[in-house]
């Protein structure tokens, strides 16, 4: 089945625990991007990736780091966490200028 | 900021056609059209997008209108499955999402 895989899909951490996001998916897609939504601002792209070794900066990037070191995977690595990352996080890929597959989210609470 | 407008909520009654508006009248020439959706707080899905013509797949019809300044989303027989939270988009490649509309249907 085609699709999107997020782990874990909940995490509750402290404040400067490092910890990733992983993102996964089975289609052969080059680009992939990363969201986060919060209650009254919609969704918002962190970081996007259009292929392996290409990454590069969306609207909210600050806090965040990626990788692509494989088409498959998309880690997202928050390296000092703060509450204010504390969101649900979406993962999407897609072929290039073709509709994007969101994965199941990543509920994020930093204490 | 999100280039679309959209209303915020709207209602639909089980089995009628819902539809949805959505105004994007600084469009471009190269942008599509698209159509998200959102259940509760899954991952969004998405639903159609068109250029210029109209297009109609599996799940809904997307009607353009001939200055591009705005479109429809049709679900012609909405169930009580397609409540969601539909986001209207107008993009090249990448999304930016607004708030967009939260379609409560009922029975």
């Known amino acids: 089945e085609a699709q999107v895989t997020q782990n874990p899909r909940y995490l509750i951490t402290v404040t400067g625990k490092k910890l990733t996001v992983t993102c996964s998916q089975n289609m052969n897609h080059e680009y992939m991007s990363w969201y986060r939504q919060d209650p009254g601002l919609g969704l918002r792209q962190i970081y996007y990736s259009m292929n392996v070794e290409v990454t590069d900066k969306g609207d909210v990037p600050e806090g965040y780091k990626v990788s692509r070191k494989e088409k498959r995977n998309f880690p997202l690595i928050l390296e000092s966490p703060s509450p204010n990352q504390t969101s649900l996080y979406f993962c999407?890929?897609?072929?290039?200028?073709?509709?994007?597959?969101f994965g199941p989210g990543t509920r994020l609470t930093v204490t | 900021d999100a280039k679309t407008t959209q209303p915020p909520s709207m209602d639909c009654a089980e089995g009628r056609a819902a539809n949805l508006p959505c105004n994007h009248s600084t469009i471009s020439g190269n942008e599509y059209v698209y159509w998200y959706r959102q259940i509760h707080s899954q991952g969004p899905q998405y639903i159609i997008h068109?250029?210029?013509n109209n297009e109609t797949n599996e799940m809904a019809s997307l009607i353009i209108t001939e200055d591009r300044k705005s479109s429809t989303l049709i679900l012609p027989h909405a169930t009580l499955r397609d409540t969601a939270v539909y986001y209207c988009i107008v993009s090249t490649d990448k999304l930016i999402f607004g708030t967009g509309t939260r379609l409560q249907v009922f029975p």
């Open positions: 999407a890929s897609s072929l290039p200028s073709y509709e994007q597959y």
């Open positions: 068109g250029l210029k």
